[in-house]
Structures are given as structure tokens and as C-alpha cells.
């Protein structure tokens, strides 16, 4: 699992080959979708949770005024610490 965190006004790119499978859940603040089309997607809130792949979506925004912070779940990602043997 990965934590995603967006100061406010921030925004990150999703790359396909980087977020392929990807399930989000946003934890704190607000995200909304930004679409292929450059159009405004959904604005999210605490405990939603979207996926990555077919979806259309180019990037990750924060609309708000404080930070978000949101845990990307990628099936088969595993961490360092994982494949190294060194998880609990």
C-alpha cells in the first residue's frame, strides 16, 4: 500500500503503467478526479474509494484548503519490506 498525500491545491499525474489495478481511499481532505478530457471529475471525500484502471482519470487533485491523504492499494504490489522478508 501506498499513501498519497496532496497539499492543498496539489495535483499528481496518474500514469496507467504506474497505477494499473490501482484501488484508492481517501483517508482525509477531499480529491476530486481530473478526466482524459481535461474535465473536472467527482469530487471525493473522506472514506470513498475509486479505481484507477478504465476509468479515465489523468490525474488526482485537491480541492480543498487543508491536506488529503489518500492509500493506494495495488493487487500484487508488495512493498520492500515484503520482499525482503522483513514485514509483520
Given amino acids: 500500500m501506498r499513501t498519497?498525500?496532496?497539499?492543498?491545491?496539489?495535483r499528481v499525474a496518474v500514469v496507467a503503467a504506474e497505477w494499473r489495478?490501482?484501488?484508492?481511499?481517501?483517508?482525509?481532505?477531499?480529491?476530486?478526479?481530473?478526466?482524459?478530457?481535461g474535465a473536472p471529475g467527482p469530487v471525493l471525500g473522506r472514506d470513498a474509494?475509486?479505481?484507477?484502471?478504465?476509468?479515465?482519470?489523468?490525474?488526482?487533485r485537491n480541492p480543498g484548503r487543508r491536506t488529503?491523504?489518500?492509500?493506494?492499494?495495488?493487487?500484487?504490489?508488495?512493498?520492500?519490506e515484503e520482499r525482503h522478508g522483513q514485514h509483520e
Wanted: glycine fraction near 14%; charge should be positive.
Fill in 4 to 10: 498519497l498525500t496532496l497539499r492543498a491545491g496539489a
Fill in 21 to 37: 489495478d490501482a484501488f484508492g481511499v481517501v483517508v482525509r481532505g477531499r480529491v476530486q478526479l481530473e478526466l482524459r478530457d
Fill in 49 to 60: 474509494g475509486f479505481w484507477l484502471r478504465g476509468t479515465g482519470v489523468r490525474a488526482l
Fill in 68 to 80: 488529503a491523504t489518500v492509500h493506494i492499494v495495488t493487487p500484487g504490489h508488495r512493498t520492500m
